[in-house]
């Protein structure tokens, strides 16, 4: 049962109520603790996994959602979002 919503820096997320048990929770959507938002984060994993440098990849997200985002952050969300294994 819906139960409102959670708002915080990035996004708005649906909270839930458990008649049963009367928890008040959240899903997890795969992108917890994470600073941006999945729009980008996801940008970025398709963005490198077309062949693009991890420089270019974070000028294109800078120039597109006008945020600055750091090499190595890139290359961890293709490491844990796509199919990077290096």
């Known amino acids: 049962m ?7 820096k990035i996004r ?3 909270t839930f ?8 929770f ?5 992108f917890k603790y ?8 996801m940008a970025a994993v398709r963005l490198s996994q077309k062949g693009l440098t991890l420089k270019q990849v ?4 800078g120039n597109t959602y006008s945020v600055r985002v750091g090499e190595s952050t890139v290359h961890e969300w ?3 979002y796509g199919d990077y294994k290096g």
Do not use: M, W
């Open 58 to 61: 974070v000028e294109e997200i």
């Open 34 to 41: 994470v600073r941006f938002s999945p729009e980008i984060i």
């Open 12 to 14: 708005e997320k649906q």
């Open 26 to 30: 959240t899903p997890d959507d795969g």
């Open 78 to 80: 293709a490491r844990k």
């Open 2 to 8: 819906g139960y409102g919503k959670r708002i915080n």
């Open 17 to 24: 109520y458990c008649k049963k048990c009367h928890h008040k």
